[in-house]
């Protein structure tokens, strides 16, 4: 078990090192609990702990919803008490636990994450004064452009000569910006779908884009994919200059990153394809599809491929949090069944 500067310790190393993780610490505990406050654990994005946040009931509550908070970037404050559905506090997600011990644990999930690489192809004035601000907002930012070099993008992580990206640092970047305007807007675009990003951007009129959508399925490129191009770029806010484009640019890469994902606005099949089916139905029937499942003793969500408790009834296998729905839920299942359906 980890000491908490011990945890401490591991979370620099691991921000030094870009590796995300989630710090948990429990900030408020009402008896009996076996964590107290001020205790802390690392949950890695696979959704291992280090270090201790409590038992077994408070543990699956911790891994579900640090895997949500690496995924938009936002903190969250969890609950888990046995007294889950009475009046909570606004801003605290509230979990229930069926544990012997009882007691509460308030515990504060803040995510750490490596920047958001931006490749922004192309080297028009938008496109300059798009790498200086996407730098100072929390990008890495990298370029490339024929005949370009470091002078024209200050702050950029590389700059690379041409649109050829296979000396590119970052591997597949977070989110590209094709800033070509009329300059080479064919092949910026078809490096762009190259780099395998699930969120390009093209900054150009509709009418524009739409013939270039075009070209580019005649081309051979997946459809999908080429439908997934947001243009026009960013968010509407009447811009005029080059400084005021690559602010409402910016702006449409900030929404998307903090919706949870790199999906374009204008991508529905492919947001839908990439992200799996809307909210998913986490009754003990769709479990398999959905990746976790809902515990039928005490509402708890289970993350599937870690849950070490579950019973099969009649064809189908139910998770639990613990060893104690799971015995409750053997001895006489059918309540359980009837409020969670089959």
């Known amino acids: 078990m980890f ?9 620099a190393e691991l921000k030094a090192k870009g590796v995300p993780f989630v710090l948990a610490t429990v900030v408020r505990s009402e008896s009996p609990t076996s964590a107290k406050p001020g ?13 201790w946040i409590g038992g077994g009931c408070a543990q699956p509550a911790v891994i579900s919803v640090a895997k949500k908070a690496l995924a938009d970037g936002q903190p969250r404050l969890i609950r888990v008490s046995p007294a889950k559905g009475g009046q909570v506090e606004e801003g605290i997600l509230d979990f229930g636990m069926t544990c012997h011990s009882g007691g509460t644990l308030d515990i504060f999930l803040e995510p750490f994450a490596p920047r958001p690489s931006l490749l922004i192809i192309g ?33 950029a992580r590389q700059v690379l000569g041409a649109t050829d990206l ?29 780099t395998g990003a699930r969120y390009v951007a093209f900054i150009a009129s509709e009418r524009k ?35 005021e484009i690559a602010l409402s640019v910016l702006a449409g890469v900030v929404k998307a990153r903090r919706e949870g994902g790199a999906v374009g606005e204008s991508a529905p099949a492919l947001r839908a394809a990439i992200a799996g089916p809307g909210t998913p139905d986490l ?21 599937i491929a870690t849950a070490e408790c579950r019973s099969l009834h009649d064809g189908i296998l139910y998770y639990f949090c613990c060893a104690g729905c799971q015995h409750r839920f053997e001895k006489g299942p059918e309540p359980y069944v009837t409020n969670h359906g089959k």
């Open 3 to 11: 000491s908490s500067d011990a945890v401490l310790e591991r979370a």
């Open 39 to 51: 205790a802390k654990g690392i949950v890695d994005a696979e959704g291992r702990i280090s270090g």
């Open 123 to 155: 080297a028009s004035p938008v496109a300059q004064a798009l790498a200086g601000l996407a730098d100072r907002t929390g990008f890495d930012v990298y370029a490339a452009s024929a005949g370009a070099d470091a002078d024209l993008f200050p702050g």
């Open 166 to 194: 296979s000396a590119l640092a970052c591997g597949t970047p977070d989110f590209v910006i094709v800033a070509t305007q009329g300059k080479r807007d064919e092949p910026g675009l078809e490096a762009a779908l190259a």
């Open 209 to 243: 884009a739409a013939k270039l959508r075009a070209y580019l399925k005649e081309r051979g490129h997946d459809s999908q994919r080429v439908d997934a191009v947001v243009s026009p770029a960013g968010v509407e806010i009447g811009a005029v200059t080059p400084e």
């Open 283 to 303: 009754s003990a029937a769709n479990a398999r599809a959905a990746g976790s499942a809902i515990d039928p003793v005490c509402g708890m969500s289970v993350e």
